[in-house]
């Protein structure tokens, strides 16, 4: 039996995301870290996200990475695979969202491809090609101030439009909602030009259309909002589905929780920790500049871990990261936090650590590279869009993990994540 579904993300903790959403749909499901060297190691799974680091990265690079990952899913039998972005979507002017949806449609020969942020669950919502987050444009919200991809403009299709050498179009929301008749001719419309399709949903019947239509094709691109529609779609496409995954296997041992996202919602989970639980508050403008922000978490957490969960967060306002960057350079301020936190994580795994909560995309890349992991089996969810993790076959013991986009969660994330996490 083949995989029904397949993903290529472009961070660590969005993938957690899209395999959280389809393993709750009832899909046996398996992350990757990279692209997976054995194909023959899928047997009996029915979705595959592959986690790949190239929402920032050069333009080649993330194109490259994309195909590689494409070409093994389709090896293994994969009928759909979705490009899976972020539903902010999170890029600039020089991509790669475009870039990489225009790549994998080259590689499948097809005539037009879905391209939706949406995700009514979490407050992303699509209307006449805008992105709105909890009915405020993109442009006006607090993520507006992402320290690596700022987003300044609501209109997607204007931004896709910048990336991608295709023509966009909009596929509005009335036509959605007049079902899937109404939306295979208002496509037919288009398909001279061979478009990408920014696809209008403002709630979760909308996506079942747009995830119905999307699995008649090769590829999509999307959030987790799509994943969901795919997923039905799936799942009907296949009657004899035996059902959701058991719980994953406890691995007990020490916790902890990382956080390095500057979101508004981790700032103010954060604040909320610190009245529940050891909270150390790195500066990151001495991490920058390299002030042995290491032995200081270490030093923290060895003092508290035996008591309990611990907290080690280099989170700062947006205001202070802008400042950081002015400094030391956008990329060079990002990438040295990300370093410090990575190895911070390793020294709490060697400290004993089985039970690791990290916030923000970026971060949770770092530390996945760091502790060397290569794919998980996705568990129960902790909060809309953020589930369990379990690594297998990870030398020196197995962890229990969650990697949590920063703008995820409530309030007192942190200390129910670690509490539930086994």
């Given at each position: 039996m083949?995989?029904?579904?397949?993903?290529?993300a472009d961070d660590?903790?969005?993938?957690?995301d899209l395999?959280?959403?389809?393993?709750?749909?009832g899909l046996?499901t398996?992350?990757t870290?990279?692209v997976?060297?054995?194909k023959e190691?899928?047997?009996?799974?029915?979705a595959?996200v592959v986690s790949?680091?190239?929402?920032?990265?050069?333009?080649?690079?993330?194109?490259?990475?994309?195909?590689?990952?494409?070409?093994?899913?389709?090896?293994i039998g994969v009928r759909?695979v979705?490009?899976?972005?972020?539903?902010?979507f999170d890029?600039?002017d020089?991509?790669?969202?475009?870039?990489?949806?225009d790549?994998?449609?080259?590689r499948?020969?097809?005539?037009?491809v879905f391209?939706t942020p949406?995700f009514?669950e979490?407050?992303?919502t699509v209307?006449k090609?805008?992105?709105?987050?909890?009915?405020?444009?993109l442009?006006?919200?607090?993520l507006?101030?992402h320290?690596?991809?700022?987003?300044?403009?609501a209109?997607?299709?204007r931004?896709?439009?910048?990336?991608?050498?295709?023509?966009?179009?909009?596929?509005?929301v009335?036509t959605?909602?007049a079902?899937?008749?109404?939306c295979?001719?208002?496509?037919?419309s288009?398909?001279?030009i061979?478009?990408?399709i920014i696809?209008?949903a403002i709630?979760?019947?909308?996506l079942?259309v747009?995830?119905?239509l999307a699995?008649?094709?090769?590829?999509?691109?999307?959030?987790?909002g799509?994943?969901h529609g795919?997923a039905?779609?799936?799942?009907?496409?296949?009657?004899?589905?035996?059902g959701?995954?058991s719980?994953?296997?406890p691995?007990g041992?020490?916790?902890?929780?990382?956080?390095?996202s500057?979101?508004?919602?981790t700032?103010?989970q954060?604040a909320?920790?610190?009245?529940r639980?050891p909270?150390?508050?790195?500066?990151?403008?001495c991490?920058v500049?390299?002030?042995g922000?290491v032995n200081?978490?270490?030093?923290?957490?060895?003092?508290?871990l035996e008591a309990?969960?611990v907290l080690i967060?280099a989170s700062?306002?947006?205001?202070a990261?802008?400042a950081?960057?002015?400094?030391?350079g956008?990329?060079?301020?990002?990438?040295?936090?990300?370093?410090v936190?990575?190895?911070?994580a390793?020294g709490l795994?060697?400290?004993?650590?089985?039970r690791?909560v990290?916030?923000?995309g970026?971060?949770?890349g770092?530390?996945?590279d760091?502790?060397?992991i290569?794919?998980?089996?996705?568990?129960?969810e902790?909060?809309?869009?953020?589930?369990m993790?379990?690594?297998?076959?990870?030398p020196?013991g197995?962890?229990?993990?969650a990697?949590?986009?920063?703008?995820?969660?409530?309030?007192?994330f942190?200390?129910?994540?670690?509490s539930?996490?086994?």
């Amino acid at each position: 039996m083949t995989a029904l579904l397949a993903a290529i993300a472009d961070d660590y903790s969005g993938a957690s995301d899209l395999a959280n959403t389809w393993r709750k749909s009832g899909l046996r499901t398996v992350q990757t870290i990279g692209v997976p060297a054995d194909k023959e190691a899928f047997g009996g799974i029915d979705a595959i996200v592959v986690s790949l680091k190239i929402r920032s990265a050069p333009v080649a690079e993330a194109v490259s990475g994309a195909l590689a990952a494409e070409a093994l899913l389709r090896e293994i039998g994969v009928r759909h695979v979705m490009y899976k972005i972020c539903s902010t979507f999170d890029s600039t002017d020089d991509g790669n969202i475009g870039q990489v949806t225009d790549a994998l449609m080259e590689r499948a020969g097809q005539g037009w491809v879905f391209v939706t942020p949406a995700f009514p669950e979490t407050g992303r919502t699509v209307y006449k090609g805008n992105l709105f987050v909890n009915d405020v444009p993109l442009n006006e919200s607090s993520l507006r101030h992402h320290p690596l991809n700022p987003m300044r403009d609501a209109n997607l299709a204007r931004i896709l439009a910048k990336q991608s050498e295709r023509p966009v179009r909009i596929l509005d929301v009335q036509t959605v909602a007049a079902g899937l008749g109404a939306c295979r001719g208002k496509i037919q419309s288009f398909s001279d030009i061979r478009p990408s399709i920014i696809a209008d949903a403002i709630d979760d019947a909308h996506l079942d259309v747009l995830g119905r239509l999307a699995f008649e094709t090769a590829v999509s691109t999307g959030a987790s909002g799509l994943g969901h529609g795919l997923a039905r779609a799936a799942l009907e496409a296949r009657r004899s589905e035996d059902g959701a995954t058991s719980g994953l296997q406890p691995v007990g041992g020490r916790a902890a929780a990382i956080a390095g996202s500057c979101s508004a919602r981790t700032l103010e989970q954060i604040a909320v920790a610190e009245k529940r639980m050891p909270v150390l508050r790195l500066d990151p403008e001495c991490i920058v500049a390299g002030s042995g922000a290491v032995n200081e978490a270490l030093a923290f957490a060895r003092r508290h871990l035996e008591a309990g969960p611990v907290l080690i967060a280099a989170s700062a306002s947006s205001e202070a990261v802008a400042a950081l960057q002015q400094k030391y350079g956008r990329m060079e301020t990002g990438h040295a936090i990300e370093r410090v936190l990575a190895t911070i994580a390793l020294g709490l795994v060697n400290e004993g650590v089985r039970r690791l909560v990290v916030a923000g995309g970026e971060t949770s890349g770092a530390v996945v590279d760091m502790l060397g992991i290569r794919s998980f089996e996705v568990g129960e969810e902790l909060a809309p869009g953020v589930p369990m993790l379990r690594t297998f076959g990870q030398p020196g013991g197995d962890l229990a993990m969650a990697l949590k986009s920063g703008n995820f969660g409530g309030p007192n994330f942190f200390p129910e994540a670690l509490s539930r996490l086994a």
